[in-house]
T-cell receptor
Framework: AAGVIQSPRHLIKEKRETATLKCYPI?????VYWYQQGPGQDPQFLIS???????DKGSIPDRFSAQQFSDYHSELNMSSLELGDSALYFC????????????FGAGSRLTVL | AQSVSQHNHHVILSEAASLELGCNYS??????LFWYVQYPGQHLQLLLK??????LVKGIKGFEAEFIKSKFSFNLRKPSVQWSDTAEYFC??????????FGKGTKLSVIP
């Protein structure tokens, strides 16, 4: 079965650079969530989208923005990167018959040098 | 405020030992509860979930959890662990839009 696809899997950036992470949800899933998991930390909710509109906002820094496109994929844009942004960024999707359960992608590991 | 707390940071067991990982939640209304497992270097995978009904839920790989409303608990159990169960386990709660709040996680190390 198709899963949640995230790209890139690994990304190395320097301080003050920008980065874009992409998430392709499971087909027919209309809701996307972004989580940030720092080293040895629990995942923290950043932001979510339902039908291309922002539905919830968590602890997302102002330097970050995200959107969901007409094909339901989502992109997380991060600017003015800081060392503390180094983390694993998970995308999860839900919707359709699996509306009650989040399915997570494999994550994108961002390292800021 | 919504919160999920896990009691144990690191649990070490021998193979065939029984497992119970504690999870307590604090929510104002109806809550959906989940246990996720994260194997080393991998993504979060759903073990089991509770929405309503039978408070004893069974998940994959022989795991089960019991929702005890009076204790605000949702402990994860397995009668006999295997080396392959070595992973980090996260309890999570959510309501409505399923914006999940995760516990801090419990690392389980199973010694062969």
């Amino acid at each position: 079965a198709a899963g949640v696809i995230q790209s890139p899997r690994h990304l190395i950036k320097e301080k003050r650079e920008t980065a874009t992470l992409k998430c392709y949800p499971i087909p027919r899933h209309d809701t996307v969530y972004w989580y940030q998991q720092g080293p040895g930390q629990d995942p923290q909710f950043l932001i979510s989208f339902y039908e291309k509109m922002q539905s919830d906002k968590g602890s997302i820094p102002d330097r970050f923005s995200a959107q969901q496109f007409s094909d339901y994929h989502s992109e997380l844009n991060m600017s003015s990167l800081e060392l503390g942004d180094s983390a694993l960024y998970f995308c999860a999707s839900t919707g359709g018959s699996g509306a009650n359960v989040l399915t997570f992608g494999a994550g994108s590991r961002l390292t800021v040098l | 405020a919504q919160s999920v707390s896990q009691h144990n940071h690191h649990v070490i067991l021998s193979e065939a030992a029984s497992l119970e990982l504690g999870c307590n939640y604090s929510y104002g209304g109806t809550v959906n509860l989940f246990w996720y497992v994260q194997y080393p270097g991998q993504h979060l995978q759903l073990l089991l979930k509770y929405f309503s009904g039978d408070p004893l839920v069974k998940g994959i790989k022989g795991f089960e959890a019991e929702f005890i409303k009076s204790k605000f608990s949702f402990n994860l159990r397995k009668p006999s662990v295997q080396w392959s169960d070595t992973a980090e386990y996260f309890c999570a709660g959510g309501a409505g839009s399923y914006q999940l709040t995760f516990g801090k996680g419990t690392k389980l190390s199973v010694i062969p």
